[in-house]
């Protein structure tokens, strides 16, 4: 056994989108709120870090419900704004001279023969021209976003997807994800993960070194 795929993340990985999912839907509740003289139904960075963070917008506003009784008639309207608020944004934000130590990365991964996708809970539109700002896109074999699975993050089946498209057993399978509902999904998946903070953490020597790590060990354990 040795890694023949790498799966990455967008949010946190790929892109710094945080700020920008948390500023986009809460302009775009903001918006709605006015329109509709309703109460404040904006969420805090904590509570956007702890709840809602790397989750589709729909299920964003399905917790708002749960959990501040956010008018689900406003769905529609709130989605539409965020989508809008979202692409301004990362037109705004998100600039490839930012990101060259990860087209480094991606670079050596095509080069060796890896194969690489990327597989995030975004919407395919905010995912393609985020990858696409940050100029990552044309290195990816193939792209998953939240309309090719039934279920998102934390639950497998992204992954496990990418990986039997790819033909690879998930214990080949390198995935460097950020937040702990992707992390979930990497474990239920039982897939090999490098873990980051931030696309900071996303360096040439941090992904060479991990999957060395894990095709050192995979050699002994089959030598055994």
Not at 163 to 184: M, R, T
Not at 185 to 202: E, F, I
Request: net charge neutral.
């Amino acid at each position: 056994m040795c890694i023949k795929l790498v799966i990455f993340d967008n949010d946190g990985v790929l892109c710094d989108a945080r700020e920008i999912h948390f500023d986009s839907l809460n302009m775009a509740i903001v918006e709605w709120q006015e329109r509709s003289a309703f109460h404040d139904y904006s969420i805090t960075e904590e509570e956007h870090i702890k709840i809602y963070n790397g989750l589709p917008t729909l299920v964003k506003l399905d917790l708002l419900t749960k959990n501040k009784r956010l008018p689900v008639e406003s769905y529609k309207v709130i989605d539409r704004l965020k989508q809008e608020y979202t692409t301004k944004l990362i037109k705004e934000k998100i600039k490839a001279k930012d990101y060259t130590h990860i087209h480094e990365v991606l670079s050596w991964l095509r080069a060796k023969g890896y194969q690489i996708h990327c597989a995030s809970n975004c919407s395919p539109d905010t995912l393609h021209l985020m990858l696409e700002m940050a100029g990552h896109k044309q290195y990816f074999h193939r792209i998953f976003s939240n309309v090719d699975v039934k279920k998102c993050k934390p639950d497998p089946e992204i992954y496990l997807k990418s990986a039997y498209i790819a033909g690879v057993h998930p214990f080949d399978v390198l995935v460097v994800e950020d937040s702990p509902k992707g992390i979930a999904a990497v474990r239920a998946a039982h897939m090999n993960l490098l873990q980051v903070d931030s696309p900071k953490q996303v360096t040439l020597d941090s992904v060479r070194s991990t999957i060395e790590t894990i095709d050192n060990y995979n050699d002994q354990y089959q030598g055994k």
